[in-house]
């Protein structure tokens, strides 16, 4: 399975991005997918989780301002950031789990970059 990211940006604050995470391979079946995020120096945290029957988790801090979303049928899930703040500025990873191929795993995309300035 490979997860594609991308929409990443420069957007000033109080702005809006909208990422999106296409995963492809041979006989994939995705089940939960996920976007991480990375600040210099710090660890990579969960921001938003979505399940394949379209349950979903935030990380409190983006509670209200960003939504995950998903389109079983192209397997790319999406998260619209509204009113970014200067402390959203990290690498934005996605994340999925599920079959791929015959195997079950893991999987990571490449990461994109949120920059957002105050």
């Known amino acids: 399975v490979q997860l594609q990211a991308s929409g990443g940006g420069l957007v000033q604050a109080g702005g809006s991005l909208r990422l999106s995470c296409a995963a492809s391979?041979?006989?994939?079946?995705?089940?939960?997918m996920a976007w991480y995020r990375q600040a210099q120096g710090k660890q990579r945290e969960l921001v938003a989780r979505?399940?394949?029957?379209?349950?979903?988790n935030y990380k409190d801090a983006v509670k209200g301002r960003f939504t995950i979303s998903r389109d079983n049928g192209k397997n790319t899930a999406y998260l619209q950031m509204n009113s970014l703040k200067a402390e959203d500025t990290a690498v934005y990873y996605c994340?999925?789990?599920?079959w791929g191929g015959g195997s079950y795993g893991i999987y990571w995309g490449q990461g994109t970059q949120v920059t957002v300035s105050s």
């Open positions: 994340n999925a789990n599920g």
């Open positions: 979505i399940t394949s029957g379209g349950s979903t």
């Open positions: 391979g041979s006989d994939i079946s995705i089940n939960a």
